[in-house]
């Protein structure tokens, strides 16, 4: 093809692309935006070009990690607990029911002693459920007992390409202890500042395996305000959503003990893993909730792998605290959490990447806890 | 400069002040004037009315305090459209968006359509199944007119690296409409 044909079909293409239509501008836009502003939200915009990166293309990042630990610290919600909760029940083995499809669905090679390893961690007392052996490698249950009701702020930080700096604001985390339809459960609620405006906001699980009981989220920049609730059982979910848009649906699902997403991972999953020199293993996270949370749970699930490398000391602003440094990686990128050897609290938490031409590297650090007295 | 045109320019730059210190009527003033632009380019870029929206909030909610690094003898329009062009490839990058949804939700649209729909349906689902790179360095260069070593500098990657990923773009858009 000669240059001049090259530029006649260039030229056809962009006129028929002129003729598609863009949707139209949300008519709330505007006041959305005010909205946001007037709660003092910020956004820091890349006003430069970014530098010339040293390959093209790259592997892509621990994208979900990276997202998801910056989804956690732009959360704000206040958890509306219970409100319009559809009015069915949640089968008291639903905990159990996970259990068992997780051993249903996990391969054979799965269960010999090694492999198992993996297996348990990843779904936090599976193996034991499916009837497994405690050898050397005895199976890590999920203690909750580990987790200490209170408040948890974190504080967060985003850098890209090295350059363009992010500081958001404090988050907040608040881990109760509860009774969920008679099922010993454990609450956690996220508040912070509002950036995506669309985010979970709590999340309740039973108290003897981090299964998922009951979801509800807030989304405050929509106008109607959006509530999204969701139950689980131990075959499908279901969710209804009410606002800008009225629905409902049930989604099949197999929900597995271990489950979690992953800002909820931090405190209801995480200060239960028994961390020993030399730990590792894996855990399922869901990605990052985005606007089109309905599909939320027909998503992949992520895996994070994990093994303590170290034992540190770290200073944040709530203190020093004495460590197990555990890294998070897989062949797209890594992590980095300090988690203290006494709280079980994620005290740091450095995820870096690169995803095509762009590095990310997002701090996240606790800023404050307050224990519950009781 | 047309006396309008002037008169234009000088409003704008009152308006760019007075947002860049924090007035919200000033803030609305440019949401007005360039709002649907901004939507309009991340809509292009992305194939997707949610991330277009979700840019569109970035760029504005982020804007009085960017304006301290705009220039202000400089062209806005041209300044807010680049940063248009860097939030949507931040936003797509970080959220490593799934094009099966927007397929889908092209797809979904009504079924009985003239031949005239039928094409623009074509181009459109072709877009959508473009590699996001490809499809931006496509956009960039042949609807938004950059040159490639704009592109290239915005994308950070080198000059010779935007050419080849607009040419492959050309070259797959061509083969996903059947060479039409």
Known sequence: MNTSEEELRVRALRDAIETLETPPLRDDSLSRISARRARGERIALVVADAAVAGRAGGRGVVAVLVAAVAALVIAAIVMRRGAGAPATSISDGVALAAVDSACANAPTTMRDSSALRHLMISAFGVPA????????DAPIAFDASQIRPGTFSYSSLSITDGVFTSRHGSSAITVSRMTWKGVPALLAVRDGPLITGVHLDSLVVSADGPTALYWASTYYTQHPRGVIHAEFDSTSIRIARTGRIDTAATIPFRMKSGQLPFGFALPLAIPALPLTPGWHGTVEIAPPIDPRAYKYFLRPWETMRLRVVGRETVRVAAGVFDCWKVQIGDPDGEATMWVSTSNHLVIRSIAVGRNGDTSFEDRHELESAIFDSH | ?????????????????????????????????????????????????????????????????????????????????????????????????????????????????????????????????LPDDLRIAFMLRDIEGYSHAEIAAMLGIRTGTAE?????????????????
């Open chain 1, 129 to 136: 459920a499916c009837g497994a052996e405690p050898g050397q």
């Open chain 2, 1 to 129: 400069m047309p006396l309008k045109e002037e008169a234009t320019s000088l409003d704008e730059a009152a308006l760019i002040a007075h947002a860049a210190s924090g007035s919200h009527d000033a803030l609305a003033a440019l949401f007005a004037l360039h709002g649907p632009h901004v939507h309009r380019i991340a809509y292009r870029l992305t194939m997707s009315a949610d991330d277009a929206d979700d840019v569109v909030q970035d760029v504005f909610i982020g804007l009085p305090e960017a304006l301290n690094a705009f220039s202000r003898t400089g062209d806005f329009s041209a300044w807010l459209r680049r940063v248009a062009v860097r939030t949507t490839l931040m936003r797509m990058r970080a959220s490593r968006r799934r094009t099966a949804t927007a397929i889908r939700a092209v797809g979904e649209k009504d079924t009985v359509m003239s031949n005239f729909m039928l094409d623009r349906m074509a181009i459109a689902t072709a877009l959508v199944a």
């Open chain 2, 164 to 180: 080849v990923r607009v040419h492959r773009a050309r070259r797959k858009l061509r083969a996903l409409l059947g060479e039409r």
